[in-house]
């Protein structure tokens, strides 16, 4: 089955600084990468996902970069503020399904992000 | 738009019960996903719904179940409950042929 490596655990930066996390995923037929933020108490939040046909996603301040080659992806955060404080995970699709329905995602172990002020 | 609502939010059971968790997706959304999330695991996959039928199932044992009604709402049920299952439960919702999915705020299951 398919197996997302996640790094680092944490990772902690200067408010105001970038930061970047970076995955890797095993199965070559996998073909969509979601990144979620989980803030304590809460849910996982979609932040950006990006399919294997593109390269590159930005949002705002959030991009993601895909290397199909490579097989590893990463999230990277520009001009980091303090409600960026979270843990982070990304994950990979383990199964293609024709007329419907979702996927099966497999997560990263998670990135605690830390801003210091 | 109502996000994907999860009952109960916290539940405390004893080893040996069974425990029936519920999840309402988002209107409009047919697939329901479930996921365990423990501290030493991770997130992990447990099962997918569509139309009442499971179409995708993770590496759990079958005391693990689940189902999903007419009305996209879905249940997973675990029997003879151990320690090793206290975890978040988190329901995730998805539109048709959108892999986007969508999570609740979990059911906090404790196993005494």
């Known amino acids: 089955g398919e197996n997302v490596e996640q790094h680092p655990s944490t990772l902690s930066v200067q408010e105001g600084d970038s930061a970047v996390i970076k995955c890797t995923y095993s199965?070559?037929?996998?073909?969509?990468f979601p990144w979620y933020k989980q803030e304590l108490g809460k849910g996982p939040q979609l932040i950006i996902d990006i399919r294997s046909n593109v390269g590159e996603k930005k949002d705002q301040r959030i991009a993601v970069t895909l290397n199909k080659t490579a097989k590893h992806f990463s999230l990277h955060i520009t001009e980091t503020q303090p409600e960026d404080s979270a843990v982070y995970f990304c994950?990979?699709?383990?199964?293609?399904?024709?007329?419907?329905?979702?996927?099966?995602?497999?997560f990263g172990k998670g990135t605690h992000l830390i801003i210091q002020p | 738009k109502a996000g994907v609502t999860q009952t109960p939010r916290y539940l405390i059971k004893t080893r040996g019960q069974q425990v029936t968790l519920s999840c309402s997706p988002i209107?409009?959304?047919?697939?329901v996903s479930w996921y365990q999330q423990t501290p030493g695991q991770g997130l992990q996959f447990l099962f997918e719904?569509?139309?009442?039928?499971?179409?995708n199932k993770g590496n759990f044992p079958g005391r693990f179940s689940g189902r999903q009604f007419s009305n996209s709402r879905s249940e997973m049920n675990v029997s003879t409950l151990e320690l090793g299952d206290s975890a978040l439960y988190l329901c995730?919702?998805?539109?048709?042929?959108?892999?986007?999915?969508?999570f609740g705020p979990g059911t906090r299951l404790t196993v005494l």
């Open positions: 719904y569509f139309s009442e039928t499971q179409r």
């Open positions: 995730a919702s998805s539109l048709p042929s959108e892999k986007t999915q969508y």
């Open positions: 199965d070559s037929a996998s073909n969509y």
């Open positions: 209107s409009g959304h047919r697939s």
């Open positions: 994950a990979a699709s383990i199964r293609k399904y024709s007329g419907g329905g979702a996927d099966g995602l497999t």
